[in-house]
């Protein structure tokens, strides 16, 4: 069973907040926060069996309270971007907070990234709870909140998610972790060039969602092949990054979402591997969600991280496994729409090895 020890890590508006270290018997660990749900770091070998931390973040809980880029955070209640911050809902239309430009993004102004969660650990793991109140971020009904993060001895951290609404709402959940397995607290590494360009990625996908400059799907589903979206074989993220393709323009880089399936999986479905050659860790991911939004860490601007050290652009990726942007307005996409008397579930597992 993992061992976890729960230690303070400050208070927020007066609401004590707890640092949770799990850990595996082969030496894995990783460090979760009730606020947001945050994994603060994620310690990992490499092929000659040395630990580094494998995600971005701080050192404080203020530092995530004052400039958190999403670092490590479950995002909610709705991930990734609303067109407009409008949707309608039963007849009914609903206007969110625009924090994203003209849209909304990962929740609204005070999204599930900065609350404090309800946490207890039991069975090897850490349960975190919610309770959204109706009409938080103006999205309706009370919705009810559980993710459970388990670190197995198979070197997986498992992310479960559950949810359950008195009122018809839309629900979208995951975490937005920034991977760079290469390990920036590595001695070898050089931080300020570090990046995830040499990262060797497959997305076991055949079609994306394009977008606009907005970062809003058009609503189609286009084929990854013949395209610098074609990650279908293993392939370093910065071999086409540059490209002069529209869409690379459009997403300041990679910012998109590859399809997995058609609408919400019953089973785990393969999502993902990443794979560094200098430590020679690999990430794979599986997830039950239909979709994965690929981010290659754009707006990444010198920030300031764990240990002073210095987060360049592109020095991270994240892989958020969910539902596909903008699908309340997109009658074609798999549908967020949660009512009462159902349960939302997802289960998301990143796991590590090396080679």
Same mark, same amino acid.
């Given at each position: 069973?993992?061992?976890?020890?729960?230690?303070?890590?400050?208070?927020?508006?007066?609401?004590?907040?707890?640092?949770?270290?799990?850990?595996?018997?082969?030496?894995?660990? &990783?460090?979760? #926060?009730?606020? *947001?749900?945050?994994?603060? !770091?994620?310690?990992? @070998? =490499?092929?000659?069996?040395? +630990?580094?931390?494998?995600?971005?973040?701080?050192?404080?809980?203020?530092?995530?309270?004052?400039?958190?880029?999403?670092?490590?955070?479950?995002?909610?209640?709705?991930?990734?971007?609303?067109?407009?911050?409008?949707?309608?809902?039963?007849?009914?239309?609903?206007?969110?907070?625009?924090?994203?430009?003209?849209?909304?993004?990962?929740?609204?102004?005070?999204?599930?990234?900065?609350?404090?969660? &309800?946490?207890? #650990?039991?069975? *090897?793991?850490?349960?975190? !709870?919610?309770?959204? @109140? =109706?009409?938080?971020?103006? +999205?309706?009904?009370?919705?009810?909140?559980?993710?459970?993060?388990?670190?197995?001895?198979?070197?997986?951290?498992?992310?479960?998610?559950?949810?359950?609404?008195?009122?018809?709402?839309?629900?979208?959940?995951?975490?937005?972790?920034?991977?760079?397995?290469?390990?920036?607290?590595?001695?070898?590494?050089?931080?300020?060039?570090?990046?995830?360009?040499?990262?060797?990625?497959?997305?076991?996908?055949?079609?994306? #969602?394009?977008?606009?400059?907005?970062?809003?799907?058009?609503?189609?589903?286009?084929?990854?092949?013949?395209?610098?979206?074609?990650?279908?074989?293993?392939?370093?993220?910065?071999?086409?990054?540059?490209?002069?393709?529209?869409?690379?323009?459009?997403?300041?880089?990679?910012?998109?979402?590859?399809?997995?399936?058609?609408?919400?999986?019953?089973?785990?479905?393969?999502?993902?591997?990443?794979?560094?050659?200098?430590?020679?860790?690999?990430?794979?991911?599986?997830?039950?969600?239909?979709?994965?939004?690929?981010?290659?860490?754009?707006?990444?601007?010198?920030?300031?991280?764990?240990?002073?050290?210095?987060?360049?652009?592109?020095?991270?990726?994240?892989?958020?496994?969910?539902?596909?942007?903008?699908?309340?307005?997109?009658?074609?996409?798999?549908?967020?729409?949660?009512?009462?008397?159902?349960?939302?579930?997802?289960?998301?597992?990143?796991?590590?090895?090396?080679?």
């Amino acid at each position: 069973m993992t061992a976890i020890q729960q230690q303070s890590f400050g208070s927020v508006n007066g609401q004590a907040v707890s640092l949770y270290t799990l850990r595996n018997k082969n030496g894995m660990s &990783a460090k979760i #926060t009730n606020y *947001g749900g945050i994994v603060v !770091s994620l310690m990992t @070998p =490499d092929r000659n069996g040395h +630990y580094a931390d494998v995600v971005l973040g701080f050192d404080t809980l203020q530092e995530y309270v004052d400039k958190n880029p999403f670092f490590g955070c479950i995002t909610g209640r709705y991930a990734n971007r609303i067109a407009k911050g409008r949707f309608s809902l039963d007849g009914q239309s609903y206007q969110l907070a625009t924090n994203n430009g003209e849209n909304h993004l990962h929740g609204g102004k005070r999204g599930f990234d900065k609350k404090v969660w &309800a946490a207890s #650990t039991r069975g *090897g793991a850490l349960h975190l !709870s919610y309770v959204s @109140p =109706d009409g938080e971020e103006n +999205y309706p009904g009370t919705l009810k909140t559980e993710v459970t993060y388990t670190l197995t001895n198979n070197n997986e951290l498992r992310i479960d998610y559950l949810a359950t609404t008195d009122k018809t709402t839309i629900v979208n959940l995951t975490n937005h972790s920034y991977f760079n397995l290469a390990g920036l607290d590595n001695e070898e590494v050089e931080v300020d060039a570090a990046t995830i360009l040499n990262h060797e990625l497959t997305l076991y996908a055949n079609r994306y #969602t394009p977008i606009d400059a907005g970062s809003i799907p058009l609503g189609d589903l286009s084929s990854v092949a013949g395209t610098p979206f074609d990650f279908r074989s293993s392939t370093a993220i910065g071999k086409h990054i540059n490209n002069n393709h529209q869409q690379l323009k459009n997403g300041k880089g990679y910012d998109h979402n590859f399809v997995l399936k058609s609408k919400r999986n019953k089973h785990l479905v393969k999502a993902a591997r990443v794979y560094d050659s200098m430590s020679g860790r690999v990430m794979e991911v599986d997830t039950t969600e239909p979709g994965l939004q690929l981010y290659t860490g754009n707006f990444l601007k010198s920030i300031k991280g764990k240990n002073g050290e210095n987060y360049p652009h592109r020095s991270a990726l994240c892989l958020e496994a969910q539902t596909f942007p903008d699908s309340p307005n997109q009658p074609s996409f798999p549908s967020p729409v949660l009512r009462p008397g159902e349960k939302y579930r997802q289960t998301t597992i990143y796991r590590f090895s090396t080679t």
